[in-house]
């Protein structure tokens, strides 16, 4: 028979708030209690968001993956949503330490730093952080501040699949990228070349711009025209993509903006939602990196870290910098208005129709 304490690992759980200001014989600071069990409590919510994205990918990672499955990989990544703006309020909690309260105990930590945690790392390697985007600390790799075995595991997670190398092959393999005779592609040129053009037309003729305006307008109209280019120069792509400033394959992108596009055909709805779950676990994540980075801001001001980073500036470098989906973000550059898009051939648009299957009986 179970019992609750037991189930639950209480004995471990609940005597594993040891305050260094006790252990090391000073002045026990009581604001120490609060600052272990808001870690810990992060630390469980990192663990079930870890619990949550293995799963994930290891079901978007089978080729083919069976479709049944898509609403199940959806509501993990829900459930993961739903986390994080517990992260964010979690922050708030702690905020009510004052700086004087976290100086009571704050050296006894040196070096130690939520920079060392191992769990962190791997949400963040097992959603496809790029490794080149890591940011050196004191000209050392982010893993220098973990012990060995740590720094081996995250090494090792930064070559596993990830949530973005599976959601890339998911996405490259979809059938809808190619419609027979129907050249999809070039039509969608011509509605984007409309677009282009009139969007031109219309900062060229705005009245409220004087002419310095209206250039600058011009010139950053032009980058973005160039960026329609790369979307049909597939060598383009992928020299953008080797510099890291594009993360998924010309071919998944395409299928991701034909979803964007078409969504409201009913074969695209799950996948739809699915790219904006990530979209939005992206924003969630940033969300507290940016709390994290005020917390410690308005906690230790301009001075450095224990774990021997700049400190906030660090933090807000870091949430600026380490976003995983920003394709996804992109594809709201290449929308056109649902009326200019291209009519889906009859036959591409059956295949996206939800059909039921007339039960089929032998008796
Ligand atoms: C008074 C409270 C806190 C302060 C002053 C603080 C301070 C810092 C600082 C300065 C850094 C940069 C690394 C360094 O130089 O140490 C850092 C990193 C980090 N902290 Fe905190 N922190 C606090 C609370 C928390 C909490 C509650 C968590 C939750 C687990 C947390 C998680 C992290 C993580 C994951 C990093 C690494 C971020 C990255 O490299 O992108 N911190 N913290």
Redesign the pocket.
């Known amino acids: 028979m179970r019992y609750y304490w037991d189930y639950l690992g209480l004995d471990d759980l609940l005597g594993a708030q040891r305050l260094a200001s006790i252990e090391d014989g000073g002045a026990p600071a009581h604001d120490e209690m609060l ?1 272990i069990v ?2 810990q409590a ?2 469980l919510w990192f663990k079930q968001i870890l619990w949550e994205l293995d799963a994930v990918v290891d079901t978007l990672a089978a080729a083919p993956v069976d479709e049944r499955e898509m609403g199940q990989v959806l509501h993990r990544l829900e459930r993961i949503k739903e986390i994080q703006p517990l992260l964010v309020q979690q922050f708030a909690v ?1 905020e009510t ?1 004052t700086p004087l309260d ?1 100086l009571d105990f704050r050296d006894l930590l040196i070096p130690a ?3 060392q ?1 191992l769990q ?1 790392r791997l949400v963040e390697n097992r959603l496809g952080l790029d490794p080149a985007k890591r940011m050196k600390i004191q000209g050392s790799h982010y893993t220098s501040r973990l012990s060995r075995e740590h720094a081996e595991r995250v090494a090792a997670s930064e070559s596993e699949p990830t949530l973005l190398g599976a959601l890339d092959a998911w996405l490259a393999r979809t059938p809808f990228l190619r419609f027979g005779d129907f050249d999809f592609w070039s039509a969608y040129r011509d509605a984007v070349t409309a677009m282009i053009e009139r969007d031109r037309a219309l900062i060229a003729s705005n009245a409220s711009l004087d002419e310095v305006s209206r250039q600058q307008q011009l010139d950053a109209f032009e980058t973005t025209v160039e960026t329609f280019a790369t979307l049909f120069d597939r060598d383009r792509w992928e020299e953008l993509r080797a510099q890291g400033k594009r993360r998924l394959s010309h071919e998944a992108f395409l299928a991701a903006l034909l979803i964007s596009l078409y969504r409201d055909e009913p074969a695209f709805h799950t996948p739809h939602r699915l790219l904006r779950t990530l979209v939005d676990l992206d924003i969630g994540f940033n969300a507290f ?1 940016n709390a ?1 980075a005020q ?2 801001h308005r ?2 001001g301009g001075r ?6 700049s ?1 906030h500036e ?2 807000e470098a ?1 949430a600026r910098r ?1 976003r995983v989906f920003t394709d996804l973000f992109d594809l709201a550059t290449y929308s056109v208005p649902r009326d200019e898009l291209p009519a889906l051939p009859g036959d591409v648009r059956e295949q996206l129709r939800f059909r039921f299957q007339a039960a089929t009986g032998n008796g």
């Open positions: 600052f808001t870690h992060f630390e702690l330490m976290f730093s939520g920079f945690s962190f990196r994290h917390l410690v906690t230790i450095i870290g224990t774990g021997g980073t400190g660090y933090l870091a380490h």
